[in-house]
């Protein structure tokens, strides 16, 4: 099963609606600051040589990216973005069921079916939290992959580290778990998983990640996945040829040198997401703590309240609705628009 988006209104014959203009995308959870100078300028550097194809199968990015966490190029696999990887590691696995929260990220649903897996959604608990009580007892030796998102898209919750160790502990090593960390960078460091010890005890676990969303380069599709072993080693094997660009291994290098200042562009666009949060709360809405670029807004109604205000948000069957943070103007039109809702 995969999540659908909420049905636009459908205007009568008799009174006819305009469609109402887009003011504000906030629907795909992206960054509202375009690439730093210096990363554009290690772009465009490498546009003088798009004659030439990039690396046969990638090594130069995988090991920028290993310096960097401070692991072994032989455990970094790279991609198209987190879901690229995503796909790489599910036609690895070759069949099975893909065991996941709902809702979730809807790419799950989506590549699952492409893989040939078969899904098995578990509901997320009230608070917006992925139920992992639930979660084990619905292993069974179908299983194939597991998947945790932490931070949790879409609700921006944040599973207790102590909860996730005693998770993968309870996972039989032969499962995969695939830990979603696609928003990491916004977790306050304290909130952070050791990665190195997880890795070192749980031969089953890889940690994905992505470019796209705090270093804003989303259009590059630069994704990565951690693991060791025998399980990274046939995650590799799905690589595809030829398909990490120049330009994407020079944005990498050029993003990790510009740590301090993209560190800057994440604070505030965690500043400009809790007074958001705190505005719609004063509304009356129930707007979960979120620890990602992103807020969940519980419904009914909102995704619809936000249509109608020309505000583009990542919709619900139930009238919940997703939206992007980080940019002052589109919070002022979300809060706007829903300020009289509850």
């Known amino acids: 099963m995969s999540l659908r988006l909420v049905e636009p209104t459908l205007p009568s014959q008799r009174f006819r609606a305009t469609p109402t203009a887009t003011r504000f995308d906030l629907g795909l959870s992206e960054n509202p600051f375009p690439p730093l100078p210096s990363i554009l300028d290690a772009v465009n550097d490498t546009l003088a040589q798009a004659n030439r194809y990039p690396e046969f199968l990638p090594d130069e990015l995988p090991r920028i990216i290993a310096d960097h966490l401070g692991v072994s190029p032989d455990d970094v696999v790279v991609g198209a973005g987190a879901t690229g990887v995503a796909m ?20 799950y649903p989506i590549m699952a079916e492409m893989a040939g897996m078969g899904l098995v959604p578990v509901p997320i608990d009230p608070g917006g939290n ?23 898209n879409p609700t921006g919750t944040v599973l207790d580290a102590a909860a996730v160790r005693s998770f993968l502990g309870a996972i039989p090593g032969h499962i995969p778990v695939l830990l979603d960390e696609a928003y990491v960078e916004f977790l306050a460091p304290a909130d952070r998983l050791d990665i190195h010890a997880l890795l070192h005890r749980h031969q089953n676990l890889l940690i994905l990640r992505t470019f796209s969303k705090a270093y ?24 595809l040829p030829f398909g990490i660009t120049t330009a994407a291994v020079a944005a990498v290098r050029a ?22 949060r705190m505005s719609l709360r004063a509304c009356g809405i129930d707007v979960p ?49 829903l300020v009289d809702l509850r």
């Open 216 to 239: 804003g380069l989303a259009g590059l599709r630069i994704g990565y996945c951690v693991g060791r072993g025998k399980l990274i080693q046939r995650i590799r094997q799905q690589q």
């Open 88 to 107: 790489q590691v599910m036609r690895a696995l070759g069949g099975g069921e893909l065991l996941t929260s709902t809702p979730t990220f809807d790419g």
């Open 255 to 276: 993003a990790y040198a510009a740590d301090t200042e993209l560190r800057d562009r994440v604070d505030r666009i965690n500043r400009e997401r809790e007074v958001l």
């Open 289 to 337: 703590r979120s620890h990602a670029n992103f807020l969940y807004l519980p419904g009914p109604g909102v995704a619809t309240a936000l249509r109608r205000a020309g505000i583009k948000a990542k919709a619900y069957p139930d009238g919940s609705a997703r939206i992007a943070v980080g940019d002052p103007a589109a919070g002022r039109a979300v809060h706007a628009a």
């Open 130 to 152: 992925q139920d992992l009580a639930a979660m084990r007892r619905a292993v069974t030796r179908r299983t194939s992959l597991v998947v945790l998102c932490r931070p949790h």
